[in-house]
C-alpha cells in the first residue's frame, strides 16, 4: 500500500525546490548555448574567411592550369561571339580532309550567313585573332590573342611553334586567301553529306540537307584573313607562344605580334 504524506506544506516546499533547481540548470543550459553558439559563430566567420582565401587561390591556380592544359594539347577551347565578327589571320593553314558549307550563325540579335569550313587536322603557321569592343567611359578596345610564330606574311614556322588542331571549324562571312595544294576537291554536295576523309562532323556542326557543301582530301590556304563570327575546335589544339593582351584603340593585322 502507497505511503501518502499527509502535509501540504512539506509537498509546496518539495515542489518549489524543484522549480528552483530546474530554473537553475535553464539558466546554466541556456549560457553554455550562448558561448557555443558565439564560438561556433567565431569559428564559423574564421573558416569562411579561410575558404574564401582557398577559393581565390583556387581560381587563379585553375585559371593557370586552363592555359597550361591548351598549351599542351589536352584541352579544346571555342572562340565564339554573340552580335560582333571578329578577324583571325595566319600566314598558313595546312588542313587535310576539309569540308565546308553555307550555314546561318546565330546571333543575339537574329542571325547571319557563313560560309562554315572545318579540318579534320590542320596545322597553322601563326594565328592572330583580334576583337574590338568600345566600353563605356573607357572607349574602343583591342582584345588581341596571338600564338605560334609572328603572323607576317612569311611562312618561318619550327616545330616548336607550330599550332596543330584537330577538328578544327571556322565561321567566316569574308574569307580571303590563296589556295594551295588542293586535292580530291567535289563541289555542290548536300551540306548534310560531306565528311571529313569519311569521318562524320561532330554533331551541332552538320549542314542542311541539300544546300551547297564541298569537302577536300587537302586544302591548304596561304595568307588567311577572315572575319569571324566563330573558331570551333572540337577536338584539340596546342598554342606555343600564347599572348592574350587587351589595348585601347582599334587594332589591325599590323599590330599582331
Not at 138 to 152: F, N, P, R, W, Y
Not at 207 to 215: E, K, N, V
Not at 225 to 254: D, F, H, M, Q, R
Request: with cysteine; glycine share 12%; proline share 3%.
Amino acid at each position: 500500500m502507497q505511503h501518502l504524506d499527509a502535509s501540504p506544506t512539506r509537498r509546496g516546499a518539495r515542489l518549489r525546490q524543484r522549480l528552483r533547481d530546474l530554473a537553475g540548470r535553464s539558466r546554466s543550459s541556456w549560457r553554455a548555448h550562448v558561448d557555443a553558439m558565439v564560438t561556433t559563430s567565431d569559428s564559423s566567420r574564421n573558416g569562411t574567411r579561410k575558404r574564401t582565401a582557398l577559393m581565390a587561390a583556387t581560381g587563379l591556380g585553375a585559371l593557370g592550369a586552363l592555359f597550361g592544359l591548351v598549351s599542351a594539347n589536352v584541352l579544346a577551347v571555342n572562340f565564339t561571339t554573340g552580335d560582333s565578327a571578329y578577324s583571325i589571320y595566319s600566314d598558313e593553314v595546312i588542313g587535310a580532309n576539309a569540308a565546308g558549307f553555307i550555314n546561318a550563325q546565330q546571333k543575339n540579335n537574329g542571325s547571319v550567313g557563313v560560309a562554315q569550313i572545318g579540318f579534320k587536322t590542320a596545322e597553322l603557321n601563326g594565328m592572330c585573332l583580334i576583337a574590338k569592343q568600345t566600353l563605356p567611359v573607357i572607349g574602343d578596345v583591342s582584345l588581341l590573342i596571338s600564338a605560334g610564330e609572328k603572323v607576317d606574311g612569311t611562312v618561318t614556322s619550327t616545330a616548336a611553334n607550330k599550332i596543330n588542331a584537330s577538328y578544327l571549324f571556322l565561321a567566316a562571312d569574308t574569307l580571303t586567301g590563296a589556295g594551295k595544294n588542293i586535292s580530291g576537291l567535289t563541289l555542290g554536295q548536300s551540306a548534310s553529306t560531306v565528311t571529313m576523309g569519311g569521318t562524320p562532323l561532330p554533331a551541332g556542326q552538320t549542314g542542311t540537307p541539300g544546300a551547297f557543301g564541298l569537302q577536300a582530301v587537302q586544302l591548304d590556304l596561304l595568307n588567311l584573313n577572315a572575319n569571324t563570327y566563330g573558331v570551333a575546335l572540337e577536338g584539340s589544339i596546342n598554342l606555343p607562344n600564347l599572348s592574350i593582351t587587351v589595348k585601347p584603340g582599334t587594332l589591325t593585322k599590323a599590330n599582331c605580334p
